[in-house]
């Protein structure tokens, strides 16, 4: 249908009204394709592959991407701060559900931290529990104290749009490979996203 409506615009000569009304339908279909596509991963995830490898290269290739990104790409007032522990032992897990996960969770930030601001993605190491730390800190708006049992639940959302899948789908891949994950706000303001994960020997 979408397909359909793109060649309509692309070969019929059309007042700029009509394109609009087109344009806005287009705009709709991508987002029910968005929402299906949430539902689906949700409902039927994707069995994981999992690997040994090291998570701060996976960190390493999402930032630059939201690096590259229109959120944060070209403006001096936004950045991400890098502080990675460079003796990161390596885990056991799937590195594209991971890279989902950071994915998701830099997008958000880079979303809340609005007009200005920074994101501080930062791993550590537990050499006695014997597990990796990845944190996510922004300087946004914060999340409401009533709020951050809900944010992790299917389709709740505080966003005018979105589908509330985004962090249920994060936390059950967080937990699939052992982990946790859970968000704090900052006495500074913003919030933190902490995800702690075992390390398989």
Not at 51 to 65: C, Q, S
Not at 95 to 115: D, K, R, S, T, Y
Not at 138 to 156: H, M, N, R, V, Y
Not at 165 to 192: C, F, M, P, Q, Y
């Amino acid at each position: 249908m979408k397909i359909s409506i793109e060649v309509l615009l692309s070969e019929l000569n059309l007042e700029q009204r009509d394109r609009e009304v087109l344009l806005k339908v287009i705009e709709q279909i991508r987002n029910i394709e968005l929402l299906m596509k949430n539902l689906l991963s949700y409902a039927r995830p994707v069995a994981s592959q999992p690997v040994r490898f090291n998570v701060n290269k996976i960190l390493e290739k999402t930032i630059y991407f939201i690096e590259k990104h229109p959120f944060v790409s070209g403006d001096p007032l936004k950045q991400v701060i890098k502080e990675l522990d460079d003796q990161l032992p390596e885990i056991v897990g799937d590195p594209q559900q991971l890279q989902q996960v950071f994915l998701n969770l830099l997008l958000n930030a880079a979303e809340a931290i609005g007009e200005s601001g920074n994101i501080m993605v930062k791993t550590g190491h537990d050499m006695q529990e014997k597990t990796v730390s990845i944190s996510l800190k922004d300087t946004g708006g914060g999340i409401a104290d009533e709020l951050q049992e809900k944010i992790f639940q299917p389709f709740f959302t505080t966003k005018g749009k979105g589908t509330g899948l985004g962090l249920a789908v994060s936390k059950r891949i967080v937990e699939e490979h052992g982990g946790n994950i859970k968000v704090i706000n900052n006495i500074d303001g913003g919030v933190t996203f902490a995800i702690i994960l075992p390390v398989k020997m």
